[in-house]
């Protein structure tokens, strides 16, 4: 069965109750906008396409508009998620799972985003490593992927299961390699992202069956959501007098995802953390794993670059400075 112990993991959610509505609150209004969005492109589509005596591929083309209004405006945003939301919902978890005090109310909140801008001065100092720990992993997915293709004895089915369930367990890796940091209290972010790789590595047999069991748990509750949501989306982009079944679905997807986002990931999130934790406690990271990243991955060599000139060049990345005050 699976390392992680529920009871403790749903304790950890309940206890950062605050930070999870606040999550929930920032993923909802994303989807809302997406629903906003979409919608008033598809009224808008509607004139035009009224106008050429086409209302319905105007209302599509609308949608398309729209709806990639609100993705090049969350691309642009991703950073402050993640330094805002992402990263201070990981702080109050560490701090619960070590048995320290967290206050309630809207100071978590606070005391959250106080915690990452003590240990990441800059939001491009998290978003540099974020990327280069999920370039790393990239690395070791194609690789593990090569491997499975060599095994002609495994239907093909099977064998992008097995990978997809690769993918799902490098999803939350690099938020559990933060949370490595967060706990260290260390002074360079880029040297314990080298760390927790390693010893992630070094350990992939236990993590990629703890989540085999998340990427089913996930699928199926998303899948739940879709299935719930879909009814009065079509009923209310009907009215926009669209009637097909395809931005239906697609909204349906991205209600799900923000649902997945907001509730479903931070219960991931936090059982590969709670696993991670008890599984390397104790452990250094091994040197032929090291040599075996290095070999692999451009992107595990730059990390290591980076860890090396932390103490010449304070911010480690190059460029202009940004904070979120």
Do not use: C
């Not at 907001?262 to 406690?281: G, R, S, W």
């Amino acid at each position: 069965m699976w390392d992680f112990k529920t009871g403790q993991v749903m304790s950890a959610l309940l206890k950062t109750k605050e930070f999870v509505i606040f999550r929930f609150l920032i993923y909802m209004g994303i989807t809302l906008a997406y629903i906003i969005g979409t919608g008033a492109g598809a009224g808008i589509g509607y004139l035009f396409g009224k106008v050429g005596d086409n209302s319905q591929t105007g209302v599509f083309y609308g949608m398309v508009g729209g709806f990639s209004v609100i993705s090049g405006i969350l691309y642009f945003v991703r950073e402050y998620l993640l330094y805002m939301v992402k990263a201070g919902h990981i702080a109050v978890i560490v701090k619960h799972l070590d048995n320290e005090p967290i206050p309630g109310g809207k100071g978590q909140i606070e005391y959250a985003q106080k915690i990452v801008k003590e240990r990441f001065k800059e939001s491009t100092i998290l978003f540099g490593v974020d990327q280069i720990i999920k370039g790393v992993l990239k690395t070791f997915n194609r690789i593990f992927s090569g491997l499975m293709s060599f095994l002609p004895f495994l239907p093909q089915g099977l064998v992008k299961f097995v990978n997809g369930v690769v993918n799902m367990s490098l999803t939350y890796v690099d938020e559990v390699i933060l949370a490595y940091y967060i706990k260290n209290n260390s002074e360079n972010p880029w040297e314990d992202a080298r760390k927790a790789l390693i010893l992630y590595a070094q350990n992939y047999k236990v993590f990629l069956k703890n989540a085999l069991f998340l990427t089913i748990i996930t699928w199926l509750l998303s899948l739940v959501v879709i299935i719930i949501v879909f009814g009065p989306l079509a009923g209310l982009i009907g009215l926009t007098g669209y009637s097909g079944g395809f931005w239906p679905f697609v909204l349906a997807v991205v209600t799900a995802w923000g649902i997945k986002a907001a509730l479903i990931d931070p219960f991931a999130m936090t059982a590969l953390m709670q696993v991670f934790f008890k599984v390397t406690e104790g452990q250094d990271p091994n040197p032929e794993w090291e040599a075996k990243l290095e070999k692999g991955s451009k992107k595990f060599v730059e990390l290591k670059s980076k860890a090396i000139n932390w103490g010449r060049n304070k911010f480690g990345m190059d460029g202009g400075k940004k904070t979120f005050e």
